[in-house]
């Protein structure tokens, strides 16, 4: 049974290009949450989803940042224009429900800008 | 805001000793889970905890929840230097679903 996959492992980007990271829950769970973690700093929430559904997005930031979860394929999570402040760790967790549960996590998407 | 402390923040021990971390805060949890997350990886579940009072048992990780379910402690009997990593307890709180993480305890365990 293959765990949360996240594509690519590692990404650069130039200031203001695109990032697209990619996450694909495990077998069964149709529920999806990112996470950044900064350097030296802790796991902050970012999105809740479902599938064709945003439940929560409380914790990401107002601009340049959005996630899907289409019907068909890899949840997105997408930063438009980035910044050298935007490199992180990106990481993706599933969950077979809702509500109170375990979450499973990816081995994370590493965020370069230059 | 809800924050969980968790202490020590560094751990460094030798092979055969025993540790407990904690986690702790000032809100009410209805779930709550440990992590242990190697560098460059990411956190690998290692148990959840529900029920308040709760302790369960991992080979020689012994994990409790408290009683009022606002705090934590991972107990490691005889460590290895396998045991070594950072250690993150995580806190779910009614349906809200999103984690509140710790702010983590790195532990070393050397021969």
């Known amino acids: 049974n293959a765990g949360v996959m996240q594509n690519p492992r590692h990404l650069v980007r130039r200031r203001g290009q695109e990032a697209r990271l990619r996450c694909s829950p495990m077998?069964?769970?149709?529920?999806v949450y990112w996470y950044r973690q900064l350097p030296e700093e802790g796991l902050k929430f970012m999105v809740y989803l479902q599938k064709e559904n945003i439940i929560d997005e409380s914790g990401m930031p107002k601009e340049r940042f959005s996630a899907e979860f289409p019907k068909e394929g890899p949840s997105i999570l997408r930063i438009q224009q980035v910044v050298r402040g935007d490199s992180a760790a990106y990481f993706c967790?599933?969950?077979?429900?809702?509500?109170?549960?375990?979450?499973?996590f990816g081995p994370g998407t590493r965020l370069l800008v230059l | 805001t809800q924050l969980l402390e968790q202490s020590p923040q560094f751990l460094s021990i030798q092979e055969g000793e025993n540790l407990t971390v904690y986690c702790n805060s000032s809100s009410v949890f209805s779930s709550l889970q440990w992590y242990r997350q190697e560098p460059g990886e990411g956190p690998v579940l290692l148990v959840t905890?529900?029920?308040?009072?709760e302790v369960k048992k991992l080979k020689r990780l012994t994990f409790q929840f408290g009683d009022a379910r606002k705090d934590s402690s991972l107990h490691i009997t005889a460590a290895q230097p396998g045991d070594t990593g950072l250690y993150l307890c995580?806190?779910?709180?009614?349906?809200?679903?999103?984690?509140?993480f710790g702010t983590g305890t790195r532990l070393q365990v050397t021969l």
């Open positions: 995580a806190g779910e709180s009614g349906t809200a679903s999103k984690l509140t």
């Open positions: 967790a599933s969950s077979p429900q809702g509500g109170p549960g375990t979450q499973y």
């Open positions: 905890v529900v029920t308040g009072g």
């Open positions: 077998k069964g769970h149709s529920h």
